[in-house]
């Protein structure tokens, strides 16, 4: 099967009126969601974080992990979602980005992603190829 890089390189993530932008890294994940292409979904919220649901299914990976910087994607194995982390979230720790549980980073933002403060739960989200 062919790498993400040799399908693809990056992604747009459509969030009401926020557009973000992203490069995917060589992952189990980021393969996964590149299979399921386009998608739409319904944003929630979680303190400076959004995420959504996805058609994804993937492992935890063996570097996953809770704390991220702002401008990684994060994938929730067992919710099926994919978390944008923002900023502080109700777990974190000072200004830490701590999701609620260990993520699979399978991309990493072009774009400013403290525009995400805007989004409001229910916002349509629409992910696709570019």
Same mark, same amino acid.
């Given at each position: ?11 747009? =993530? ?18 996964? =969601? ?11 919220? !979680? ?16 570097? /996953? ?10 994938? !929730? ?19 830490? =980005? ?7 980073? !399978? ?21 696709? /190829?570019?």
């Amino acid at each position: 099967m062919p790498t993400t890089e040799t399908l693809m390189k990056h992604i747009r =993530i459509t969030i009401g009126k926020v557009i973000i932008e992203a490069e995917l890294l060589t992952t189990p994940t980021a393969q996964a =969601i590149v299979n399921n292409l386009p998608f739409a979904s319904k944003a929630q919220t !979680w303190g400076d974080e959004v995420y959504f649901e996805t058609p994804v299914q993937a492992e935890l990976e063996s570097d /996953a992990k809770n704390i991220i910087d702002a401008g990684e994607l994060a994938f !929730w194995c067992e919710g099926g979602c994919i978390a944008i982390g923002f900023g502080p979230t109700p777990m974190s720790q000072g200004k830490e =980005i701590r999701l609620a549980t260990k993520t699979n980073i !399978w991309a990493r933002t072009l774009n400013d992603v403290s525009q995400l403060k805007s989004v409001k739960p229910d916002d349509f989200i629409f992910i696709e /190829a570019i």
